[in-house]
């Protein structure tokens, strides 16, 4: 089955370390997203690709990092730069490279929390 | 002002009644608007899509779009205790991003 596939689902972190959030698809899309998300509020951008070996900041950027080495592979990593990294983050990736579309398919997602 | 707003809620209908949840957004040049539904501890899913003013329908669900007010809407008919959670509204605006509201809590009740 095709899909977006995250991890891990959950993850402690002590603060000053740098943690990854692995995030495979298998659906063939060409962009890619991170998000973040907080109790109350919407998803936040964090990083988004549209092609292999390319990538944007979205509004939440800083503190993060990504790379795109594979086209089914876009992790992000949480440094220890990212002053509030407790939060839900959500990977998701849609059929078009050309243009940002509003039809994403999300992973399950990743909890991370700082003790 | 945020750029999409939605009550937060928590909407409270009794099964079988309908479902009215609203958002408005800012930027009267987006073309594109998206409903998303998420479980507790879930990731999102797309339910609805709209391009043009007037009601789009999809089974139990009805999307409005009314660019003029800058409002889109979804109206889930027979409300059902499976139609509990998170609905999120999107708007794609300018320089195609995906602008996301905190999102509406809908409990239906037997």
């Known amino acids: 089955d095709g899909g977006i596939t995250q991890s891990p689902k959950y993850l402690f972190r002590k603060e000053g370390q740098n943690v990854t959030l692995s995030c495979e698809q298998n659906l063939n899309h060409d962009a890619m997203y991170w998000y973040r998300q907080d109790p109350g509020q919407g998803l936040r951008l964090i990083y988004y690709?549209?092609?292999?070996?390319?990538?944007q900041k979205g509004d939440i950027a800083e503190g993060y990092s990504v790379s795109r080495e594979k086209k089914e592979s876009f992790p992000l990593t949480v440094t220890s730069a990212q002053k509030n990294p407790t939060a839900f983050y959500l990977c998701a990736s849609s059929a078009t490279g050309t243009a940002l579309t509003g039809e994403l398919f999300f992973g399950e997602g990743s909890r991370l929390t700082v003790l | 002002q945020k750029e999409v707003e939605q009550n937060s809620g928590p909407l409270s209908v009794p099964e079988g009644a309908i479902a009215s949840l609203n958002c408005t957004y800012s930027d009267r040049g987006s073309q594109s608007f998206f409903w998303y539904r998420q479980y507790s501890g879930k990731s999102p899913e797309l339910i609805m899509s709209?391009?043009?003013?007037g009601d789009k329908e999809d089974g139990r669900f009805t999307a409005q779009l009314n660019k003029a007010s800058q409002y889109v809407s979804l109206l889930i008919r027979d409300s059902q205790p499976s139609d509990s959670a998170t609905y999120l509204c999107a708007v794609l605006g300018g320089y195609n991003k995906l602008i996301f509201g905190a999102g509406t809590r809908l409990a239906v009740h037997p």
């Open positions: 709209i391009y043009s003013n």
């Open positions: 690709s549209q092609i292999v070996n390319d990538f």
